[in-house]
């Protein structure tokens, strides 16, 4: 019938097209869905509120990101899942594949503007100079990737040798001694 | 300060730790990087963790940040021996059979705003099984936006029935849905309701042992 | 047809608008029901299927906390819904029955040799083992991400990859013998 090796393109092309399902499927659902009650939250006041108010004040810059990149990859490659944008900073907990092995965790720092950003953190003796980021791209993304050992890691970025700046990606450090929060990074749970 | 200063405070500080701690016991990663009375001052708080068996890498590594930021000495001292010290409520309150590494997530849990009771719950929600992963989990959800009672709820009741991926998981999820906008403590339900439906929360978990929620 | 977006007609559904969910359902139906024919195998199981997931997505609704996130949230209902009832019908006989005229019909496609193709597909899929299938179908035709089909499934990536791989191999193997009979 056709070249094998064209087998896979050919099964995957047809289990992709659409499928016709019975639009009286959707007056049978209708008809249980009529018997129930409105769909409530025991906290349900405060959830319908920040539904209607719209998204609540405290976005951090990355998941506005996200959403923006959701809007646009909903709509052009008509697929459900939001698909971060590659910008979107990823400080992965990545498993270690052989206990105790570094595993390779990618730092990425949004500064726009900036001439250096440099990472530092408990991995590194919180030594400014001794893991410098490289700009990915020429609108403020900085990046670099470092093997760590399983562990948890404070860090934060350093701007321009003058600005502390913590990971809007990543969750905050409770503490922060020195004025200026941290975040932290969990590489390999056990 | 004068070279007899620092001698006279140092022997000072070895006599009121009541430890024979040699004054040439230095952590090698301070030299050079604190004021010199701090850099003492930071040792002997190392020295003294040390020997009640407690982890002193953390120590260490909030005085070297302490440096980078351009802190103060006493200011670097404070920030040590405030966590020197819950370290130590950590492992009171997770055992003396803790590891290391439970012991520092402990008090991760401890400055987020969780009790030694909450940690010692903890420990007998989750037995046979370390509580680094669960600990530090509890740190983070606070981190972003959970209120403590309800994080310290949500991790307990997870306790019994999810492995560390499991933790890990949920604490990316709710991230990831605080991050796109819903409410921490929405977010945390959502989660939690789909861990239950995964069995995740244990055996004696139901409906009824579910954390209470906070509106 | 309503053009609203889902966030709209979700919040009007929570203000006590029942009717508006149906242009979910609308919205939502074939696209659902894609994924739930080719890992059911026939159209009355997908139907079932596709009516669950709807009437729990209903019910929970309220707990969807992003409503941009909709149709994902619900995908993820669909995937066990799938589960349960090819598992309830594997337990009650020996094969999956599958449908696969019905289904070569229902394809939106043309000529007979597509149609004796998709149906030697249908009963190709049948053949391989449903956590197989199911990785396979998220890959190849829903196109997620392991992430994302770890998320859903609870599985890891690898076990993910090893059933996608092994979901390939048998459908290779099944779909090149039966063309060269």
Known sequence: MSEDRE???????????????????????????????VPRLRWHEA???????????????????????????????????????????????????????????????????ATSVTLVGDFNDWNVAATPMHAASEDGIWSVSLPLPPGRYRYA??????????????????????????????VGEP | MTIARTTRLTALLAAALGAAAPLHAQEPRLEGRLPETARVQVDSVVTVARQAGLPTEPLVDRALEGASKGATGARIVTAVERLAQELRTARDALGTHSTDEEIVAGASALRAGATPADLARLRRARTGRTLTVASAVLADLVSVGVPVDTAVA????????????????????VEQDVALGAS???????????????????????????????? | MSVERDGVLIRRVLDGDTDAFAGLITRYRDRLGRYAVRMLGNMADAEEALQ???????????????????????????????????AQRARRQRSVITDEATLARASVGDGAEDHAWREAIAWALAQVAPANREAFLLKHVEELSYDEMSEITGASVSALKMRVLRAREELQRLLLEVDRV
């Open chain 1, 157 to 186: 970025f350093l701007v321009d040798g003058t600005r502390w700046m913590a990971d809007p990606a990543a969750p905050a450090a409770a503490d922060s001694d020195f004025g200026s929060t941290n975040s932290v990074v969990t």
């Open chain 2, 154 to 173: 949500a991790v307990i009741a997870l306790a019994g029935g999810a492995a560390d991926a499991d933790y890990v998981a949920f604490r990316r999820n």
């Open chain 1, 7 to 37: 087998w896979f393109p050919r099964l995957v092309e047809a289990l992709r097209e659409p499928v016709r399902i019975d639009p009286a499927l959707d007056r049978r659902i209708m008809r249980r869905v009529a018997g129930e009650a």
């Open chain 1, 47 to 113: 959830v319908r509120d920040w539904l209607t108010r719209g998204r609540p004040v405290r976005l951090t810059p990355l998941g506005g990101m996200a959403l923006a990149a959701a809007a646009l990859s909903g709509v052009v490659a008509g697929r459900f899942w939001i698909s971060p944008p590659a910008e979107r900073p990823a400080v992965l907990a990545m498993p270690a594949s052989v206990s105790g092995a570094p595993a390779a965790v990618q730092f990425v720092a949004v500064a726009p503007g």
């Open chain 3, 52 to 86: 669950d997931t709807f009437v729990r997505g209903y019910r929970s609704l309220a707990r969807c906390s992003d409503p941009d996130r909709f149709g994902a949230w619900l995908f993820g209902i669909l995937v066990n819904r799938c589960r349960t009832i090819g």
């Open chain 2, 184 to 215: 921490p403590v929405a977010a945390l339900g959502v989660r939690l309701d789909a861990a239950a439906d995964r069995g995740e929360l244990g055996q004696s978990a139901g409906p009824a042992s579910k954390p209470p929620r906070k509106p």
